[in-house]
């Protein structure tokens, strides 16, 4: 089982819908990461959260510690929200590196 | 501010070849990490410098390696290449290793 799991894998949806993606994870971590990465690969970091919500925009990051739980809320979409969407979650203690989930491909039709 | 840039950002090697990519974090930030993206694999980690010293390595054979210069610049290498090694590899800098990181464009290698 992948430490760091997302769901779903794929998403289409229609201009202005709103949009969720999940992610799960099974260890104790210091903060999760949310990143955007367009074709041709740049990533860019939309949000980094230890606790409750981050809103930036259209976009709204929700975090669950007690249930190991992250939302990424995406309200009014629109075709160039299309991305993968990845999160990535800094493990407490020692080990800090970031752990990635699979991604999440979006798709927003006009 | 200069975002994070790579070099070079597109490269062919073959088999049995060594690369060395390289990697300049923005102004001010002193810890670099390293990642490797593979359709198969996904996003995963490889190290982690601060001050010039590795804090962090991820679950890799010996055959990659890195270093960071005084300047925060970071370079890693990777000898005796496979064809698996054939990657996206990116960098990403940050004040120091709690803070958000900022990623650069990538290196997409090829090897044949």
């Known amino acids: 089982k992948n430490e760091v799991e997302q769901s779903p894998q794929n998403l289409t949806a229609q201009e202005g819908e709103f949009i969720t993606i999940n992610c799960s994870y099974s260890v104790g971590i210091s903060a999760l990461h949310w990143l955007q990465q367009h074709p041709g690969g740049g990533i860019v970091s939309l949000f980094m959260?230890?606790?409750g919500k981050k809103k930036h925009g259209r976009l709204i990051a929700t975090i669950n510690i007690q249930e190991k739980h992250s939302s990424l809320h995406i309200t009014a979409s629109h075709p160039r929200d299309s991305a993968v969407y990845i999160c990535?979650?800094?493990?407490?203690?020692?080990?800090?590196?970031?752990?990635f989930g699979s991604g999440t491909q979006l798709t927003v039709l006009p | 501010k200069a975002g994070v840039t790579q070099t070079p950002r597109y490269l062919i090697k073959t088999r049995g070849q060594q690369v060395t990519l390289s990697c300049s974090p923005i102004?001010?930030?002193?810890?670099v990490s390293w990642y490797q993206q593979t359709p198969g694999q996904g996003l995963q980690f490889l190290f982690e410098?601060?001050?010039?010293?590795?804090?962090n390595k991820g679950n890799f054979p010996g055959r990659f390696s890195g270093r960071q210069f005084s300047n925060s610049r970071s370079e890693m290498n990777v000898s005796t290449l496979e064809l698996g090694d054939s990657a996206l590899y990116l960098c990403a800098s940050s004040r120091t290793a709690n803070y958000e990181q900022y990623f650069g464009p990538g290196t997409r290698l090829t090897v044949t």
């Open positions: 410098y601060f001050s010039e010293t590795q804090r």
């Open positions: 959260l230890s606790s």
């Open positions: 102004s001010g930030h002193r810890s």
């Open positions: 990535a979650v800094k493990a407490a203690g020692s080990a800090r590196q970031l752990t």
